[in-house]
């Protein structure tokens, strides 16, 4: 839920989080709140299918791939914290409008760019569990082989063939910044000319490349973790073998 929510009214969080939400949310939510749920409840649909994984290795990271990593890089780039601070102030000006289509983008996105973080840390490259083709399959149970996480992976996939030689710099988060940017004004009260370039502070740029390595460093930390804990292997073998 948008962190705002649990600041508000008890009758307000009744009519947003009960049967009544889908009326109410669209007036009672400021637009960060709406796109935030929005964000929030397309990003977790797949949770149901990742918690079919028997691997317990396998379930976290496929979570933390395809759920944990594009929420939290989506928060703290644009969505208030606890100290109502946010690298991209953009919500001033734009009309009330979901956050659907910026889950795909970003769960798009993080595919894309997610083997070449990997490939840089040699560790990872020989350990990392589960593969690319293994979280493809969970997004393809769940939406089909055509899809809009699809569609974002492979638009940036591209980009990083032609423009960026397969690395995650400045440019490559640059992209990422200005895509949801572009959706999330596309109904501003002062559309932005197109001509005019989004500006986004260095600080910004390199706060997410920070992010990303960070997120090497969890999930080098999560496959340690996840190895020392002993398993009894009954617990996760069913009498029917599963794919993943």
Not at 37 to 60: H, M, P, V
Not at 124 to 144: A, K, V
Not at 230 to 241: A, F, G, L, Q, W
Request: charged share 25%.
């Amino acid at each position: 839920m948008a962190r705002g929510i649990w600041e508000n009214s008890l009758m307000k969080i009744f009519l947003t989080r009960s049967f009544l939400g889908p009326i109410f949310r669209p007036f009672l939510y400021s637009t960060e709140e709406y796109v935030h749920y929005t964000f929030l409840e397309e990003i977790t649909i797949l949770t149901q299918e990742i918690t079919q994984i028997r691997n317990l290795e396998k379930r976290g990271l496929t979570y933390y791939w395809l759920i944990e990593v594009p929420r939290s890089l989506f928060e703290e780039l644009f969505i208030n914290g606890i100290e109502n601070q946010r690298k991209c102030q953009i919500f001033n000006d734009i009309k009330a409008k979901d956050g659907t289509e910026i889950a795909y983008l970003t769960q798009g996105y993080i595919l894309a760019i997610m083997p070449c973080m990997l490939q840089e840390d040699e560790y990872l490259d020989l350990r990392i569990s589960p593969s690319m083709s293994e979280l493809e399959q969970i997004i393809i149970t769940t939406y089909g082989s055509e899809n809009r996480i699809f569609y974002y992976q492979h638009y940036f996939q591209q980009l990083l063939a032609d423009f960026f030689a397969e690395e995650v710099n400045d440019g490559m988060v640059r992209l990422y910044i200005e895509k949801v940017i572009d959706h999330l004004t596309a109904t501003a009260t002062f559309p932005r000319d197109s001509s005019q370039q989004i500006k986004i502070h260095q600080e910004t740029l390199s706060y997410c490349l920070w992010k990303l390595q960070n997120i090497k460093s969890s999930v080098a930390a999560m496959i340690k973790r996840l190895g020392e804990i002993k398993i009894d292997p009954t617990s996760h073998v069913s009498n029917k073998e599963t794919n993943y």
